[in-house]
């Protein structure tokens, strides 16, 4: 059985930082593509990150280049979501995915159960 459970957020000061964990178990970690997707309050979901086992850089969505990085403890099989410099509009439940290929594009197809971040002061 697929399992993702995210943990790490809470309430932050704009500037500060949180990092964000995704405890993967039930398929291959090592070898999957894995995103992270946020929803702010009362707007759609928003991709913010992905990471691909076949290539070595994580992609971001422009909003937060520079200010989050996503990474892997494959042994751990673990997915994180560094996040400083954090940003009112940064405000959203976080949610790491498990993504799938499927008509040539990735897909997720299992979401852990969202963290809370709220950037305020």
């Known amino acids: 059985e697929v399992q993702l459970v995210e943990s790490g957020g809470g309430l932050v000061q704009p500037g500060g930082s949180l990092r964000l964990s995704c405890a993967a178990s039930g398929f291959n970690f090592g070898s999957s593509a894995m995103s992270w997707v946020r929803q702010a309050p009362g707007k759609g979901l928003e991709w913010v990150s992905s990471?691909?086992?076949?290539?070595?850089?994580?992609y971001y969505t422009d909003s937060v280049k520079g200010r989050f990085t996503t990474s892997t403890d494959n042994a751990n099989n673990t997915l994180y979501l560094q996040m400083n410099s954090l940003k009112s509009e940064d405000t959203a439940v976080y949610y790491c995915?498990?993504?799938?290929?499927?008509?040539?594009?990735?897909?997720?197809?299992?979401w852990g159960q969202g963290t809370q971040v709220t950037v305020s002061s």
């Open positions: 995915a498990k993504l799938v290929y499927s008509d040539y594009a990735l897909y997720p197809d299992y």
């Open positions: 990471i691909y086992s076949y290539i070595s850089n994580p």
